[in-house]
């Protein structure tokens, strides 16, 4: 995942230089965002490793990680549909449209950017969503108090819930 | 121990899965073949206990032996959720009887796995889920609905986390069984994103059924047990295995899954001994994409143990 953060810049940096992008300042400080997100995901990553093998542990390095992949994948979004132009209108939903398309657009990368951009909406709200992340983080790593709740003490069946 | 002594032990291991390795692999072998004998030899899962088919290795030196063993050229360990998460959760709380009716099949790949976890109104609050199993003589009937459910049109078994004591507070009335996806009652419908893929699943159980027998971990001990799937899926996520690029051609590349028929050949991508002889061309989503697609890589978030 931390080669992905910093390769998503890269494949986007790639695409700016061969169609020209990488010429617009607004791009440019776009990619630079990004892959200053990537390097912070990796650096991060370092430091939890490191942490493991000294036998402690970074508390809401998940959450912050899960955060980060979020943030991560709507700047790829935006900036990928920037760079892409309305070529990142087009998207091969079947695998075997995909040859016709690449030929049509002239850069396969362009797919793959559309793609990114189509999945951006997932990550910030599966495995918990960006509010439960920040809920978490809240209460473990800034020690915020817990959101009042008695669902430790009171029977399942007598809880409220959906459907 | 010294530091030093753990070296030489490790090393003694990788010296013997060259020799391993240089005995038994052979491309003329069926996968099927292939990954007996390499499961069954504690090289699939070198991470699991000596009793589960592995080798007690620490997680570093498993990702080392799945890398000795890409490097020698042989294929590569079956992967998929079965022996990322279901193989050593079992290898803890199950059994020895458990260990060696399922984790056997996972480290031969034999059967594949998928995670009944998360439900439409229990995803990060885990604890709330409302799929129920009520007992019936030795067997236990099961009703209700789970998501986001990967690989669960291909898998042979789920880890299904039901309640099954309502009247307690809600971590305390879980159990964790090792469910068959193959039967009636299971009724698994692909949910297709904007991107036109399906990568995960909905999952309707209408009055399926599971044997007492195949409760791991204890009645009501499934929040415990399941915290042992949760952080296998983080170290896993960390570690890269499960997670690794698919080895196997198939209609979902990216969805590793891990169970081949008894006849499957491998296409025969690699000669005994070191380098390639030909390549297999398997249709990859772009590195960037794969993580974010990966169910694993999200798991470890969705049900954060309370402190």
Not at chain 1, 88 to 106: C, P, Q, V
Not at chain 2, 239 to 244: D, F, I, M, Q
Request: net charge neutral.
């Amino acid at each position: 995942m931390r080669r992905a953060m910093g390769g998503g810049a890269k494949l986007l940096i790639d695409v700016a230089r061969r169609n020209g992008t990488d010429q617009d300042p607004i791009v440019r400080q776009g990619l630079a965002q990004l892959y200053t997100w990537g390097e912070l995901g990796r650096f991060n990553g370092l430091r939890l490793k490191a942490a493991k093998a000294a036998g402690t542990d970074i508390p809401g390095m998940p959450n912050i990680s899960k955060l980060s992949m979020s943030h991560i994948m709507r700047l790829s979004r935006d900036l990928g549909m920037q760079i892409a132009g309305a070529a990142g209108m087009l998207h091969a939903y079947h695998h075997k449209d995909r040859a016709s398309l690449e030929s049509a657009i002239g850069d396969p990368a362009i797919n793959f950017i559309t793609e990114l951009a189509l999945l951006a909406q997932a990550p910030p709200i599966y495995g918990g969503t960006d509010q439960i992340q920040r809920n978490i983080i809240g209460e473990r790593v800034l020690g915020l108090p817990k959101e009042p709740n008695n669902d430790r003490t009171t029977a399942f069946a007598d809880l409220p819930k959906n459907a | 121990m010294t530091d030093t002594a753990t070296n030489e032990s490790t090393e003694a291991v990788f010296e013997e899965l060259d020799g391993w390795l240089d005995d038994n692999w052979d491309p003329e072998l069926t996968v099927r073949q292939w990954w007996e004998r390499m499961g069954l030899a504690g090289w699939s899962a070198p991470n699991l206990p000596t009793n589960a088919y592995g080798r007690g290795l620490p997680r570093n030196d498993a990702v080392r032996v799945a890398q000795a063993i890409d490097r020698f050229g042989a294929l590569p360990a079956p992967g998929g959720l079965g022996l990322l998460l279901a193989a050593p959760t079992i290898a803890t709380h199950g059994t020895q009887e458990q260990i060696d009716r399922y984790v056997r099949d996972i480290v031969t790949g034999a059967q594949s796995w998928c995670q009944l976890f998360s439900e439409p109104s229990a995803g990060s609050d885990l604890a709330g889920l409302q799929t129920r199993a009520v007992r019936d003589g030795d067997e236990w009937i099961v009703n209700g609905q789970k998501v986001w459910t990967s690989n669960g049109q291909k898998a042979d078994l789920g880890m299904l986390m039901a309640r099954t004591d309502p009247d307690v507070p809600k971590h305390q009335g879980i159990t964790y069984f090792a469910f068959s996806m193959v039967q009636p009652g299971v009724e698994v419908r692909p949910l297709t994103e904007m991107t036109g893929r399906a990568l995960f699943n909905e999952v309707f159980l209408t009055d399926a059924r599971v044997a007492d027998a195949a409760i791991i971990g204890g009645l009501n001990q499934g929040w415990a047990v399941a915290n042992t799937t949760l952080a296998n899926e983080r170290a896993g996520l960390g570690s890269g295995v499960g997670v690794r690029r698919p080895v196997w051609p198939s209609p979902a590349p990216w969805v590793v899954t891990s169970t081949v028929g008894p006849g499957t050949s491998y296409p025969r991508r690699r000669g005994k001994g070191r380098g390639p002889v030909g390549r297999v061309p398997v249709p990859v989503l772009p590195p960037t994409v794969i993580p974010t697609m990966s169910r694993p890589c999200v798991g470890p978030w969705a049900a954060a143990p309370s402190s």
